[in-house]
């Protein structure tokens, strides 16, 4: 069984750093891309980054990139999501999820499975 | 970046009943799009993929079609555990774009 279970969120003054950690079992992690997709209160769903299988490539959202930085560990099976500079509409649940591709490039991927997310909070 | 419409926002059926769901691209995207399942307060699950393919485990109840611009998720025999919000997401280029989403109520 597919399980993807995330961590690392809380509260976060704007201008601060918090890193989302993703722990994935049931599947080989290797072989897949892997994407973090979020929610703001209330509101729709919003991609934010995606990363290889290999961890080679990498794309974001326009509205996060230079700011996060996405990552992972192969050897450990777990996806991050390293967040600075942080800003009031980063408010949202975080997901990750386990992309159906193993490339990412030349046309984006989808997810088929998603953990149930991990609630990041800026407010001062 | 590509835009998704879709319609309507919101949807009233009964238990029993088949409904229809429609997303609009502002581009042709050929088949890709997919189409997810929200229930309040819980993660999205993903439903299909490349406009007509089941994820696993998905039952047939849920079908989706459409080409280039147009597409749709059919729901057939509503029952009380598919009165959810529903999202279409293209994933033709980058960055991939979600629909704004149908919230499905039971009337």
């Known amino acids: 069984e597919v399980q993807l279970v995330e961590s690392g969120g809380g509260l976060v003054q704007p201008g601060g750093s918090l890193r989302l950690s993703c722990a994935a079992s049931g599947f080989t992690f290797s072989n897949y891309a892997m994407s973090w997709v979020r929610q703001a209160p209330g509101k729709g769903l919003d991609w934010v980054s995606v990363m290889s299988a290999g961890g080679t490539s990498t794309y974001y959202a326009d509205s996060v990139q230079g700011r996060f930085t996405i990552s992972r560990d192969n050897s450990k099976n777990t996806l991050y999501l390293q967040m600075n500079s942080l800003r009031v509409e980063d408010t949202a649940v975080y997901y990750c999820a386990k992309d159906v591709s193993t490339s990412v490039s030349g046309r984006a991927t989808t997810p088929d499975y998603w953990g149930q997310g991990t609630l990041v909070t800026v407010s001062s | 970046d590509i835009q998704m419409t879709q319609s309507p926002s919101s949807l009233s059926a009964s238990v029993g009943d088949r409904v229809t769901i429609t997303c609009r691209a502002s581009?042709?995207?050929?088949?890709?799009v997919a189409w997810f399942q929200q229930e309040p307060g819980k993660a999205p699950k993903s439903l299909i993929y490349?406009?007509?393919s089941l994820q696993t485990g998905v039952p047939s109840k849920f079908s989706g079609s459409g080409s280039g611009t147009d597409f749709t998720l059919t729901i057939s025999s509503l029952q009380p555990e598919d009165f959810a919000t529903y999202y279409c997401?293209?994933?033709?280029?980058?960055?991939?774009?979600f629909g704004q989403g149908t919230k499905l109520e039971i009337k």
């Open positions: 490349g406009a007509t």
């Open positions: 997401q293209q994933y033709n280029s980058y960055p991939p774009t």
């Open positions: 581009q042709g995207i050929s088949n890709y």
